[in-house]
């Protein structure tokens, strides 16, 4: 009599199995929600490095002042320095620190002051701290009014560690950021 051997686990295997994934995602969890949030916070400050960045280098592109600023409506500044809801970057050849919408400025003449980006409001988790209202720079690249820190922190339940991240705009305008504890 020949008896064939079935293929297969025993339950007590499968059991086995199943405690074994069963730790594994209870440790891995808590490790992919800090992967979600380190990468939901690093995403919005590289936003307003670049739009820092643009702001800068369109300064020297253009030869005239570039300002960004906090920007409720992405249309003016607000002067509030509310970040948070967003920001925009426009030429300011007047140099009147007032986006001045005129016919063609959409269009980026010369002429006249000109909307170059704008960003909206940041997710609800994430709050940006800053004295700075707007950040002037010049045809040189400098920023005029002695670069400003801004810090970009997770909503306090939700911070652990190091997931906040500073901003420094210094006073020849390069952005530094840097990693730093929870406020």
């Known amino acids: 009599m020949n008896m064939k051997r079935e293929n297969g686990f025993t339950l007590v295997e499968l059991l086995i199995s199943i405690v074994i994934v069963t730790t594994l995602l209870a440790m891995g969890i808590p490790s992919f929600k800090d992967f979600l949030k380190n990468n939901r916070l690093v995403a919005q400050s590289n936003g307003l490095v670049a739009a820092l960045q643009l702001a800068r280098s369109e300064a020297v592109k253009r030869g005239t002042d570039t300002v960004i600023c906090a920007s409720s409506n992405q249309t003016s500044c ?3 320095g509310d970040w948070d ?3 925009t970057v426009f030429s300011d050849i007047d ?3 007032t986006h001045n919408v ?3 400025a959409p269009l980026c003449e010369d002429t006249e002051d000109c909307m170059l980006r704008t960003d909206g409001a940041l997710s609800a988790n994430t709050k940006i701290n800053t004295t ?6 010049l045809p040189t ?3 005029s009014n002695g670069g400003a820190t801004i810090a970009l922190n997770l909503v306090s339940d939700n ?16 952005t530094i950021v840097t990693k730093q504890a929870c406020p």
């Open 85 to 87: 809801k967003g920001w």
């Open 159 to 174: 911070c652990e560690h190091n997931q906040a991240r500073r901003i420094q705009v210094t006073l020849q305008g390069h």
């Open 78 to 80: 607000t002067g509030n």
């Open 102 to 104: 005129g016919a063609s």
């Open 132 to 137: 700075a209202a707007s950040l002037r720079f």
């Open 95 to 97: 140099r009147n620190g």
């Open 141 to 143: 690249g400098m920023a």
